[in-house]
């Protein structure tokens, strides 16, 4: 049962951020749980993605356990999920472990299914209560926090990037191969990616969003150019991802995404109960917006009441500065 | 076409969340509830493929208490043919003991497609859909926002990390819908009418235990009250002074 198995996940060859914070929590879960329990991390990709798995044990991992198939070089559905469950299976695990990321939203639940162990999704929180694993997670696009406990031998559970801040625990790590179960039933046939560097929303440590406050598409070359400077990705507010302005990919609340970064600016955005229900938990809020009594304000950690045209380019200039500086 | 649409009775995403007495669910009182918003999209699918083929059924599936018989009117006003409740006093919170239910009901019934919305705005698995389609056997694609069939064959566009990928895949299928797939049609008074007298099977959902126990449900800290630090640009250095040396965020 002290064993805990954490699913990394890569791109291009190279480990994600969200891996080492699922390594982190996988560790400090097995010692939680006493017993002296190996973490194990899964990391699978195309042939050579070894040499990115060498480094898991500065944060905890004891073993790193590697899957290469030419299929695995992206997220693949089935094959993730037969090879992360037979290694799962094998292992006597209590726990495994995976990012709540778009990826591992797709595979925790093929994972539990194949399990058969109960799930907890998207957690911003593990522990362990009478030899029993617990996860808090944001419900209800974060209007409510629900405390979950789960009764398996074995679970499996989806962690919120950015919420498991890694810290160092030095580890053996010592890379070992195992097999790759490539099966697919879904076959892709093309993939069309966006912009080079776009960060996803979800998993970003800065956001930037937009509302209707920017009062036109065209504006938010406003908003891409403050994130470029901040390295943010850019997000949206339901208003105008219903209004055609940018893609729902972006949207940040209830019915898009819930987000927890680090910085969260919100530029023309009233702050309407679904969305702050996305975006509350971001560490620090910024909120530029002309009406000083916007419900914005109410969560925002610094306000800047004005005109989000003179004041955002200035932003941008600053943030420019300050970091060159 | 035979085509499953599941479906989730959730709470309006406007609803001011208040805890009800036993600490661990939602006050329901005065709560408006309706169909999950992204099941919507799944339900409109399901119609138009239906139509496209020129006939077939398209069946509502709802696992819940008995007010969730109004949450699969709503999908037969739209014009599906009939549904099916699966009756549980309550929503577990293991999704995989509902994702069982749901596999036991749709294991025999001959449907070419599944259909689900991408996660229900309550709960926010994203679990169900794809833990159906790992218990039916069937491939399983998330969060598709275009779909095109082919004799017996499914293109589908999916929203993956950093753009988006073109899958292709044999029916019958599982997909769980994203928004954007389609616009969700209101239902006409006519289709209301129709919906009154459209068969609903009502039975007990083959839930087994849940093995997943809400200990408790709060509201979220309130966040220390912020402070507005001035109007117009100047203000500005001194919120990135702050950024960088109180909130340590630049």
Redesign the interface.
């Known amino acids: 049962m002290a064993n805990v198995l954490a699913v990394t996940e890569q791109?291009d060859g190279a480990l994600r951020k969200t891996s080492r914070e699922v390594v982190w929590a996988a560790r400090q879960l097995a010692d939680a749980l006493g017993g002296g329990g190996t973490v194990d991390a899964l990391v699978l990709g195309a042939p050579g993605v070894d040499a990115a798995g060498s480094k898991l044990g500065e944060v905890g991992a004891d073993r790193v356990l590697v899957a290469e198939d030419a299929s695995f070089a992206?997220?693949a559905?089935?094959g993730y999920?037969a090879t992360a469950a037979a290694v799962a299976k094998a292992g006597g695990y209590g726990a495994v472990l995976v990012a709540a990321?778009?990826?591992g939203?797709?595979l925790?639940?093929?994972l539990?299914?194949?399990l058969?162990?109960?799930?907890?999704?998207?957690v911003t929180g593990v522990g362990i209560e009478g030899g029993k694993l617990?996860a808090t997670?944001?419900?209800?696009?974060?209007?409510?926090?629900?405390?979950?406990?789960?009764?398996?031998p074995l679970a499996v559970v989806s962690l919120r990037p950015n919420t498991f801040v890694p810290g160092s625990a030095a580890r053996g790590g010592a890379v070992s191969k195992v097999a790759a179960s490539a099966v697919s039933?879904?076959?892709?046939?093309?993939?069309?990616?966006?912009e080079q560097g776009?960060?996803?929303v979800a998993e970003a440590s800065?956001v930037v969003s937009g509302g209707r406050g920017l009062k036109g598409p065209e504006h938010f070359a406003l908003i891409e150019n403050l994130a470029k400077a901040?390295g943010a990705a850019v997000g949206a507010s339901r208003a105008v991802?219903d209004a055609g302005w940018r893609?729902?990919?972006e949207?940040v609340g209830?019915?898009?995404k819930?987000v927890s970064p680090?910085?969260y600016v919100a530029v023309g955005i009233s702050g309407a109960?679904?969305h702050l229900a996305g975006m509350?938990?971001a560490?620090?809020?910024?909120?530029i917006n002309k009406d000083?009594d916007a419900p914005i304000?109410?969560?925002?950690?610094?306000?800047?009441?004005?005109?989000l045209f003179?004041?955002v380019p200035?932003?941008t200039d600053?943030?420019a500065k300050?970091?060159a500086g | 076409m035979k085509i499953a649409v599941c479906i989730k009775r959730v709470p309006d995403t406007e609803t001011r969340v208040r805890i009800a007495a036993d600490g661990a669910s939602i006050d329901e009182s005065g709560v408006k509830f309706i169909v999950g918003p992204y099941d919507e999209f799944a339900v409109e699918e399901a119609l138009q493929r239906r139509d496209q083929a020129g006939g077939g059924e398209v069946v509502a599936v709802a696992l819940g208490p008995d007010a969730a018989q109004e949450t699969i009117r709503s999908a037969l006003a739209m014009g599906a043919d009939r549904g099916v409740l699966l009756k549980a006093d309550r929503i577990p919170a293991d999704a995989l003991a509902v994702a069982k239910a749901l596999a036991a009901e749709l294991k025999d019934g001959g449907y070419d497609l599944v259909l689900f919305g991408k996660m229900a705005v309550d709960d926010y698995h994203h679990a169900v859909g794809p833990m159906t389609a790992e218990l039916l056997g069937l491939p399983c694609v998330t969060a598709v926002s275009k779909l095109a069939l082919e004799g017996g064959k499914g293109v589908a566009e999916r929203e993956i990390e950093g753009g988006l990928e073109v899958v292709e895949f044999a029916l019958p299928a599982v997909l769980t819908a994203e928004k954007g797939l389609n616009t969700p049609r209101y239902p006409a008074l006519k289709g209301i009418m129709a919906a009154k007298k459209k068969p609903v099977e009502v039975k007990p959902a083959a839930l087994g235990e849940s093995r997943v126990a809400v200990q408790s449900l709060a509201l979220p800290p309130e966040r220390k009250a912020g402070r507005i630090l001035g109007e117009g640009p100047d203000v500005v250095p001194e919120l990135v002074r702050l950024l960088r040396t109180e909130a340590k965020v630049l």
């Not at chain 1, 058969?116 to 998207?122: G, M, N, V």
């Not at chain 1, 560490?283 to 909120?287: G, L, M, Q, R, S």
């Open positions: 791109r992206r997220y559905p089935d999920a990321t778009a990826g939203k797709d925790a639940p093929r539990a299914a194949r058969d162990a109960p799930l907890a999704s998207d617990t997670r944001p419900v209800y696009a974060g209007k409510a926090i629900q405390l979950l406990r789960l009764d398996a039933r879904v076959t892709v046939r093309e993939v069309k990616a966006a776009t960060l996803d800065v901040l991802v893609p729902h990919a949207q209830q019915t898009g819930t680090q910085l109960i679904q509350r938990t560490k620090t809020i910024v909120a000083k304000f109410q969560v925002a950690d610094y306000g800047v009441v004005g005109d003179e004041i200035r932003l600053e943030v300050a970091k």
